[in-house]
């Protein structure tokens, strides 16, 4: 993959991850093979907040923090796809769903989830999928 | 449904990423202790979501079960905070031991004489009577002798939690206490030694008890000179032995002595508590502190948090709250107390849903993946994703493929 300098500051980032109205659309990074998708979740949040705690120290400068939230999208992908082997089924009733700029985000209540491992399955009410497509990755 | 290899995939990605960064680091002049830093801050974070077990964490929880799936996420603080809570608190034996330890090495700061556990009274009594061994041999305080029948270690007791519970504010309802067991234990003294002053003999003791300092005994020789003061205005009421001299009372406390504690009402009016009234009180106490380090049930689901919260005002209504000893309730306490007034907990549950509506939608059940395929066919959605990240009931799960189908 290239090494793109990033012009955008973190904070900036973070204002796009935060904005719950272009987060859908901005899925999809022009800067890297991979998707910033996964910043999103847990394991991203809390990077973003540890490498926001630095920046703010001045102990490192935010292109330097651009560049592991990089490093973190390209290792996040592979890493899920190499390292786990879980499978999961599930089912609900669709509430909402919207196609955009190739991300799909669906909307399901009342839903039951299944994992193969034979487990009991686990209920929520409301889950936010939010999916960007894998055909993307393969081609670069 | 288990998560347990996330918390193995979580740690594989951290040191990826980190390794994979470094050369960065270096050329941007960063240390390495930067990255190291960088790191244990991201560890940690993810802790405290508590998302799943993870390999950098110490494990002292059970394995997760359908339980801990079923709970919303609680941050690490609070669930440390519960575990003592129950651990210290909920056990009266464990409990009582390291309450009176930390009395007595600390008791300057509430100036209170701390009693020995109850282990050591018990043999005491049989020794204590003998005229001439007894106080020099034991390093105990001489009233734990008089003091040994129930009513005495139950006062103790109550004096111990009440001062370790509600430190200088429970003096008064201690010396109440300590003036009544005092009726107990002078005569007993004075039988054994009728030339000798309390004072003296209370100096008499104070080498043996090298862990407490100063104002401890000063403390107790002016609980001692109290106790004089009293006795003496009501020797009357107990009945004189044939010298003169008050009876020796080895038989336990005195039939008529009932309540242990003195405690003023709402209104002001001195009420007598007895042991299960003051057990009663200080678990209330207990209780309402351990919500209060949770912040208030704010953590909790709101459900839950109110209902908690109603209840400890209904408590509180009813038992009239800890031993008040500087007048009445204010005015503003009775206001906390409506749950009707402005800016009551019906006030703040609106704003909490509106929050919890956010965060429902930003973090709270969300999944991150990749689909292969969406079908559909009229009303009926089939998908086939992969490579996802599931934050679902606070817990988070990984997969590698995902089928889902849905209705619309």
Known sequence: ???????????????????????????????????????????GTTLTDALDDLIGAERIDPQLAMKVLTQFDRIVAESLSEKVKARLTFKGSLDTYRFCDEVWTFLIKNVTFKMDNGSHSVVADKVKIVSCSAKRTDEK | MSNANVGSVYDHIIQEVINAVRVDFEENGVEDGVLDELRKGWQQKLSQLNVAQFPWDPKPEPPPTAANNAQTAAPPV???????????????????????????????????GIKPDPG????????????????????VPAYNAANAGRGGIAAQRAAQALESNYGPRAAASISAIQSGMAQQ???????????QPPQQQQQHQA???????????QYRQGVAATMQQRLQSQQGAHTNGPNGLPT?????SSDSFEGVLLRRDANGHPVEMGRVEID????????????????????????????????????????????QVDGPDDLMKDEDLDEDAINSDLDDSEE??????????????????????????????????????????????????????YEW
């Open chain 2, 185 to 195: 234990m002078n005569p007993a003294q004075l039988a054994q030694r009728p030339g």
């Open chain 2, 207 to 217: 080498p043996q008890q090298q862990q407490q300092p100063n104002a401890q005994q």
């Open chain 2, 248 to 252: 020796a009372q080895v038989d336990g």
């Open chain 2, 280 to 323: 009663n009180l200080i678990h209330a106490q207990i209780a309402s502190r351990a919500k209060q380090i949770e912040g208030g049930g704010l953590m909790l689901p709101l459900k839950e948090a109110t209902r908690h919260r109603s209840i400890a005002n209904k408590s509180k209504a009813t038992a009239g709250g800890p031993s």
């Open chain 2, 78 to 112: 609070s669930q440390q905070v519960a575990t003592s809570y129950t651990q210290a608190t909920l056990s009266p034996q464990t409990s009582s031991q390291p309450l009176s330890h930390q009395g007595s090495l600390h008791p300057g700061a509430n100036g209170m």
């Open chain 1, 1 to 43: 993959m290239s090494e793109v300098s990033h012009i955008a500051t973190l904070s900036r980032i973070q204002q796009a991850l935060k904005c719950k109205s272009r987060s859908d659309n901005t899925m999809a990074t022009n800067s890297t093979n991979f998707y910033d998708l996964y910043r999103h979740g847990s394991l």
């Open chain 2, 120 to 139: 050591m009274v018990k043999p005491e009594p049989g020794i204590k009577q003998e005229p001439g061994t007894g106080m020099s041999q034991t390093g």
């Open chain 2, 352 to 405: 909490e849903k509106d929050e919890e509506e956010e965060d429902d939608d930003s973090m709270g059940h969300m999944m991150l993946c990749m689909y292969d395929k969406v079908q559909r066919v009229k009303n009926k959605w089939k998908c086939t994703l992969k490579d996802g990240v599931l934050t679902v009931n606070g817990r988070e799960y990984v997969f590698h493929k995902a089928t889902g189908e």
